[in-house]
């Protein structure tokens, strides 16, 4: 397969039922209408379920077929949806282990979808901030994080991003510098540790300073983006506005609000039917929003480079 | 914002400008507005930062939005904070707020009135003189029947343009032309007519019952 130029959205947000599944389903489908050739991946590799929402229940291959090497490549696991242009690779048969992926075997699928093409790809992360869902968080620059106006869910988003903030900067530095910065940073400041980023960038800019030159312009590089799901009428309409303005200010991380996606009891309707919820409800505020997300998600809107982090 | 990230100083070393995100030269108003964002934001219930902070880090930012809000609202304060960032280089002189708020307008302008009553009083002097003094006016104004031609000759002689009529009593310059030309079509109805015969009579400083009948007479509108 010829190498690819598809454009990767991890689509994460740290806690669970925030409707990542549902969010990833719904963007493909947005996608696949408007004529993408789109693949949806279900990286949630323990709790599987995007196959349900993409509307293929009992999908002939998966992903660990992959894995377990009764497949040669990644592209071999891939199934098509009843929505043409839209296409799956599923969670669902996995074996049951599969959820604690060892390295070498999370570099390989990492290295797959790097190989795949399609117009766009869309990676629905699991809950938690393992490294096996950072790593695929950090497969392109593009992450969306999904969240609800609700602490729980705000505090598990600030969580994720700084575990990917953290797990790039070890990235850049290798863990022997990273652990000498991280005592460094400890000695200073007991109190804030490394999670002070700006003290963090301060000493790797003391310690080295053309890592520190490094480290800014990878840092700099992502292009975050921010959903604001299950969105109540009485919930403060600014609340991803802010949230974004927090993570630029004290993270120095490029994130933009790209809208909030009203709640539906009808999702769930749409869902135990397995069917799209925006082919079912194609007239309702969330189906609305979630277009409105969608446009905004394309390029012309902002100018997203089309390129793709190698995978080494 | 891009720029902001760019150029991100840890929060303790932003001036008061960039903690509230305000230019140098936002009004107070502004800074109002920014501070009550700023502290919205930060504040412990706020949902937005829930869990971003630990409670010493979110108590020391507030307590500097605090301090950079109370610095700025002050004009002397401000001023003096302006003036110290001025002088090590962070802030140029010509970005700082200068308050250009405008006060209220007197209704009545007393310099105006003063400056200009002298000058009216000194040509109106100066036409009465002349009056008094031509043989040509002197003679027309003995008569009893005034054409529109005699108004125009009354008002050349006293050096008078139709302009500065105009442009003083606010009476349309077509309409003057008209009563000195005598063309009836463009007359207003007479009410109007007279009002406008005074106005005119009035500024050359000629006697305007005299001159108002003469005219009227010679229309046969008396």
Redesign the interface.
């Known amino acids: 397969m010829e190498s690819s130029v598809s454009q990767i959205w991890p689509i994460g947000g740290g806690k669970g039922g925030t409707g990542k599944s549902f969010i990833t389903g719904s963007l493909g489908f947005m996608l696949a209408k408007q004529g993408y050739k789109t693949l949806l991946i279900d990286v949630d590799l323990g709790a599987a379920n995007l196959h349900t929402i993409a509307g293929v229940p009992n999908p002939s291959k998966c992903i660990s077929d992959f894995i377990n090497k009764e497949v040669a490549t990644l592209g071999e696991t891939v199934v098509p949806t009843p929505v043409p242009n839209l296409f799956l690779i599923s969670g669902a048969m996995n074996n049951l282990d599969i959820a604690n992926l060892a390295h070498e075997q999370k570099m390989k699928v990492l290295r797959g979808v790097a190989k795949l093409s399609y117009d766009y790809i869309l990676l629905d992360l699991g809950a938690g901030t393992s490294f096996n869902t950072i790593d695929f968080f950090m497969i392109s620059d593009e992450g969306i994080f999904v969240t609800t106006?609700?602490?729980t869910s705000?505090?598990n988003i600030?969580?994720l991003i700084r575990s990917v903030y953290f797990r790039k900067v070890r990235q850049v530095l290798k863990t022997y510098a990273f652990k000498a910065l991280a005592d460094e940073a400890e000695r200073r400041n007991p109190?804030?540790t490394v999670s002070n980023p700006?003290?963090l960038l301060?000493i790797v800019g003391e310690l080295d300073p053309e890592k520190s030159v490094l480290l800014r312009q990878v840092l700099?590089s992502f292009r975050f983006k921010l959903v604001l799901n299950q969105f109540r009428k009485q919930d403060?309409y600014n609340?991803g506005t802010?949230?974004c303005?927090?993570i630029?200010?004290?993270l120095?991380?490029?994130i933009r609000h790209i809208g909030n996606i009203s709640f539906d009891d009808r999702v769930h309707n749409a869902v135990c039917k397995k069917r799209p919820f925006l082919e079912l409800y194609p007239y309702t505020q969330t189906a609305l929003d979630l277009m409105e997300c969608c446009r905004m998600l394309l390029p012309g809107k902002e100018a997203c480079p089309s390129f793709q982090k190698v995978v080494e | 914002?891009?720029l902001?990230?760019?150029t991100?100083?840890?929060?303790t070393e932003q001036n008061y400008y960039e903690v509230l995100e305000v230019s140098p030269d936002e009004l107070p108003l502004g800074i109002r507005l920014a501070y009550k964002k700023s502290f919205e934001?930060y504040q412990e219930n706020?949902?937005?930062?829930?869990?971003?902070?630990?409670e010493?880090?979110r108590q020391e930012i507030l307590s500097r939005i605090e301090q950079a809000y109370l610095t700025l609202i002050n004009p002397e304060t401000r001023k003096e904070y302006d003036q110290s960032l001025i002088a090590s280089g962070l802030l140029e002189e010509e970005r700082t707020f200068r308050d250009r708020t405008k006060k209220p307008i007197a209704i009545y302008n007393f310099q105006k009135t003063l400056l200009d009553s002298p000058a009216a009083a000194r040509r109106s002097g100066e036409l009465k003189l002349r009056i008094e003094q031509n043989p040509v006016i002197r003679d027309l104004l003995a008569r009893d029947i005034l054409g529109g031609s005699d108004l125009q000759k009354l008002r050349t002689v006293l050096d008078v343009t139709l302009e500065a009529i105009a442009e003083k009593t606010n009476i349309r310059i077509d309409i003057l032309r008209a009563i000195e030309t005598e063309n009836l079509d463009l007359f207003p109805p007479l009410v109007y007519l007279k009002g406008f015969l005074r106005s005119y009579i009035r500024y050359l400083g000629l006697d305007e019952r005299v001159v108002l009948d003469a005219y009227l007479k010679k229309l046969g509108l008396h």
Do not use: D
């Open positions: 106006p609700e602490p705000i505090e600030y969580r109190r804030a700006a003290l301060q700099e403060n609340i802010l949230i303005k927090i630029e200010k004290h120095a991380l490029r | 914002m891009i902001q990230t760019r991100m100083k840890p929060f934001l706020s949902i937005a930062s829930y869990s971003f902070f630990s010493e880090e």
